[in-house]
T-cell receptor, first 114, second 113 residues
Framework: DVKVTQSSRYLVKRTGEKVFLECVQD?????MFWYRQDPGLGLRLIYF???????EKGDIPEGYSVSREKKERFSLILESASTNQTSMYLC?????????????FGPGTRLTVT | SQQGEEDPQALSIQEGENATMNCSYK?????LQWYRQNSGRGLVHLIL?????REKHSGRLRVTLDTSKKSSSLLITASRAADTASYFC?????????????FGTGTRLTIIP
């Protein structure tokens, strides 16, 4: 079974802090994704990566950056956390660059910025 | 931007009844997928239907796709308490080289025991 893990289930940070969210997948997937999920808005794509060191902006990249130094690991960075970044963050991975196959999700990180 | 819109936003039914959820989308797609999310957890892939397919079954799930109406439906038969969750449709773009899925806002399904 594909396993996608995220570094924390719950996280509380202060405004202005730099926040790192980590995601690891164990199935050698090329594609990895970061979403945020807010009530009434569904899932919105922040960034995705289709290969090591490659990244593309999603729909809402402002205030975020990402890093993919190894194929299995994709990190989301909040450079200076703000209260409007309080949300559920979901990581996902999928096979095959260039094709939309099913995505496998991690359990999510609920981030609260105070 | 949201591609898929699920309808209804929330649905409550008695255990054993069938549940139907609908998804409408705006642009041409390569495939449409349905996912389930239990409260506070990640999403789990349920079923994928390609644009040249009209109907697909998986266990108690039946998905239909009407590309002329840009809509899909998910039917869960003989519902169980464990089916209580949010259900999302997601669309894959028609142009290859683009791996992104676009998710709808979801239908919250509650099964009453």
């Amino acid at each position: 079974d594909v396993k996608v893990t995220q570094s924390s289930r719950y996280l509380v940070k202060r405004t202005g802090e730099k926040v790192f969210l980590e995601c690891v997948q164990d199935m050698d997937h090329e594609n990895m994704f970061w979403y945020r999920q807010d009530p009434g808005l569904g899932l919105r794509l922040i960034y995705f990566s289709y290969d090591v060191k490659m990244k593309e902006k999603g729909d809402i990249p402002e205030g975020y950056s990402v890093s993919r130094e190894k194929k299995e690991r994709f990190s989301l960075i909040l450079e200076s956390a703000s209260t409007n970044q309080t949300s559920m963050y979901l990581c996902a991975s999928s096979f095959y660059p260039g094709q939309t196959y099913e995505q496998y999700f991690g359990p999510g990180t609920r981030l609260t910025v105070t | 931007s949201q591609q898929g819109e699920e309808d209804p936003q929330a649905l409550s039914i008695q255990e054993g009844e069938n549940a139907t959820m609908n998804c409408s989308y705006k642009t041409s797609i390569n495939n449409l997928q349905w996912y389930r999310q239990n409260s506070g957890r990640g999403l789990v892939h349920l079923i994928l239907i390609r644009s040249n397919e009209r109907e697909k079954h998986s266990g108690r799930l039946r998905v239909t796709l009407d590309t002329s109406k840009k809509s899909s439906s998910l039917l869960i038969t003989a519902s169980r308490a464990a089916d209580t969750a949010s259900y999302f449709c997601a669309t894959g773009p028609v142009n290859f080289g683009n791996e992104k899925l676009t998710f709808g806002t979801g239908t919250r399904l509650t099964i009453i025991p």
